[in-house]
């Protein structure tokens, strides 16, 4: 016992001082850098105009832009107005116009062991074939169409094909549930939705049509449904709404003029979770965001002609949108997609791919890394990883011991790590390295992108030059969401009002340390941050609230080893507390239903009502205490101090189930 105890002190004590440690470039990376020149954020501050305006100017424009910046009505930005371009024509056209049609865009790997190479030629004919199809279906400019898909080439065609057309994809990321796919068509008013017959979870077929069916009744915006067949499963199709991609292809003319857009024109919309139970629509346009993505991805993971880059998200989260589809495709990356988990059918699957097709860039999240560690390090050390050159983290903070980890174990102690911080309203990456320049600390996102502003500010408004406070960003950047769909008071109220109608309030409490990096901390809203998914307290606790044995509950997020944070809810069944176990089931099947299953509740505590003020006011603070089983001070002043008591003894007790 004593001797275990002295080894954990003792590997927490490696663990603390190796976090002291710091990482500059390696000699040979700064030496080969594309950004290499210190100066860079000196010249980007002192005219972030002309630094931004550097870079739309890589875009193929069909019309160029009058302006670089019109920001005189804050919140609301314009950004290279008067010119039009293609965002498709950006990411295809013009590779393919430039001999590179037989370039690999994607090695694609499905997670049956299927493989397809695409190149940029096929992507532009596909997506040429399928922006004809939704045409041929009534779908144009302006119009919204969902996209509820696995991650299958597929996903990304119909991306690029809304883009030609100018119509307006919003992504349903896959394992959410048909019904929260229902409630973000009828919100943005869908036109059409593709889907697929079914996804792969695990070698299985999990339907996902006939679910859209089920639900999408509600969401009767919907005209057209267009299903990909994935799994061969014979999904129930209406005639006259449903179309099989397939047919459409075959039946689709080969060439599709693009629709010239307005630099300003809607991009997509993506839904993200905020303080309430009622998701937001946040809004891309055009030139900005391919602006803001070609830059972040060009110089953060920087991205040669022989890299082979893999960014392990989905397509269905906006790390997916800006870096497996907008931002390698405008800068014609050559990337790995794969579709499934990362340890089907065996732990070491990624690192099987990433030798297999020689991945030079990785890009993922901490809790994947998380899992990985806990995998145990014979599975990487089973495959040759010595291609790669950089590796990424997004979504949450990183703590050290994996960021050491992934530095010694995937990075073989050679490849710098970029941890980015951005966010889907960021539309790119805000804060992180330049690997060629920045000096890396384990766990800090470091600096400011070049052109991009970022200060700490105090309640009152005061920058804090050193220590903890609410993170903002003080000067517009071209990627910046222009609204949310449909909802523009909640758009300024969200964001703008806090600090006034310049500054951009992020929702994430950070510190700066004397060396001016930034440290994220967590967020300051009802966000709660489970696997690098965003998920809203009110959300959950609406989802719970709507099953009928349910009379009340509160959601918290508590800290976990493996997600980050995971979901504990509290909650007051009608007619009192009794056996619980087939209620939690009843509560975990029913969110899932909601809203996925990434919103089920880790744990469940029952009680006959929840600790409230006198006045009825939940307490949050408190749960907060009692799932992390602290002493708890008076509690004579609460309405009910019994069910404080009732709670701990649940916490205290081992878990059932
Ligand atoms: C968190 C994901 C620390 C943060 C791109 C942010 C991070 C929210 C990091 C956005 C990071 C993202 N370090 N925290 N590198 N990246 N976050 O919209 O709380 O899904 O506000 O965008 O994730 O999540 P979203």
Redesign the pocket.
């Known amino acids: 016992m004593g001797n275990s105890d002295d080894r954990a002190g003792k590997a927490e004590l490696d663990v603390l001082l190796q976090t002291e440690q710091t990482f500059p470039p390696p000699p040979d990376f700064a030496a080969s850098a594309n950004a290499a020149d210190p100066e860079i954020y000196a010249r980007a501050a002192a005219d972030p105009e002309a630094w931004w305006a550097s870079w739309a100017d890589q875009l193929a424009w069909i019309t160029p832009y009058r302006q670089v910046l019109d920001w005189s009505e804050p919140p609301f930005a314009r950004w290279f107005d008067g010119g039009t371009l293609n965002a498709s024509v950006n990411c295809l056209d013009r590779h393919v116009g430039a001999g590179n049609g037989e370039r690999v865009a994607y090695f694609w790997e499905g997670e049956d062991g299927s493989r397809r190479v695409i190149t940029y030629g096929d992507l532009l004919d596909q997506t040429q074939r399928f922006a004809n199809a939704l045409r041929g279906l009534g779908i144009g400019k302006g119009d919204v169409v969902g996209i509820f898909m696995p991650m299958v080439p597929e996903a990304v065609v119909a991306m690029l094909a809304c883009a030609r057309i100018g119509a307006i994809h919003n992504v349903v990321f896959g394992g959410f549930s048909a019904g929260a796919v229902a409630e973000r068509m009828e919100v943005s008013k869908a036109k059409a939705l593709v889907t697929a017959d079914a996804t792969l979870r695990r070698g299985k077929p999990v339907a996902m049509k006939a679910e859209v069916d089920r639900t999408i009744a509600a969401a009767n915006s919907i005209e057209t449904i267009v299903v990909v067949d994935r799994c061969d499963t014979d999904p129930p199709m209406q005639p006259g709404r449903d179309h099989l991609w397939s047919e459409l292809i075959a039946a689709a003319d080969a060439f599709c003029e693009p629709e010239p857009m307005d630099s300003e024109d809607p991009l997509f919309i993506l839904y ?1 979770s905020g303080s309430t139970a009622k998701p937001k629509g946040i809004q891309h346009t055009t030139a900005g965001y391919l602006t803001g993505v070609t830059a972040t991805h060009r110089l953060v993971f920087d991205l040669k002609a022989d890299d082979v880059y893999w960014c392990a998200a989905d397509i269905g ?3 997916g949108h800006s870096y497996i589809v907008y931002g390698p495709l405008a800068n014609g990356a050559v990337s790995v997609l794969y579709e499934g988990a990362p340890n089907y059918p065996a732990e070491d699957r990624w690192w099987e791919i990433a030798a297999r097709y020689g991945v030079t860039i990785f890009y993922t999240a901490p809790t994947a890394i998380r899992a990985c560690m806990k995998w145990g390090v014979e599975q990487p050390r089973r495959h040759d990883l010595s291609t790669l050159r950089l590796l990424g ?6 703590n050290p011991k994996a960021w050491l980890w992934y530095h010694a174990e995937i990075g073989g102690g050679r490849c710098p790590i970029v ?7 960021t539309g790119a990456i805000m804060i992180a390295p330049l690997p060629g320049l920045t000096t890396t600390k384990p766990g800090s ?1 470091t600096v400011p992108f070049p052109g991009v502003e970022a200060k700490i500010l105090d309640s009152s408004g005061h920058e804090i030059g050193e220590g903890g406070g609410n993170l903002v960003l003080t000067k517009p950047w071209p990627a910046m969401a222009r609204t949310l769909y449909g909802e523009p008071e909640r758009f300024v109220s969200t964001y703008w009002e806090r600090y006034g109608r310049d500054v951009y309030l ?3 409490a950070a510190r700066r340390d004397e060396d001016g990096y930034f440290w ?1 901390v ?2 300051i809203d009802d966000v709660i ?1 489970v696997s ?3 998920l809203s307290t009110m959300e959950i606790e609406s989802a719970i609230v709507g099953h009928s044995g349910v009379a009340e509950a509160a959601v918290i997020g508590v800290p976990d080893e493996l997600t980050g944070e995971a979901i504990f809810a509290f909650v007051t069944p009608v007619g009192g507390v009794v056996g619980d176990d087939d209620l939690s089931a009843a509560i975990e099947r029913h969110v899932a239903a909601k809203i996925g299953k990434l919103a089920r509740p880790k744990r469940i505590a029952f009680a006959d009502d929840l600790p409230k003020t006198r006045s009825g006011k939940i307490i949050r603070r408190l749960l907060r205490d009692i799932a992390a089983g602290n002493e708890l001070g008076d509690v004579t002043t609460l309405r009910d101090p019994d069910v404080v008591a009732q709670l701990q003894r649940q916490i205290a007790a081992p878990r059932s189930g």
Not at 393 to 398: A, D, K, L, Q, Y
């Open positions: 993200t989260w906006i790390t983290s997004v979504g949450e903070p990183i941890d980015t911080w951005w966010q889907t309203e996102a992020v929702g994430d994220i967590g967020r941050n690098g998914h965003r």
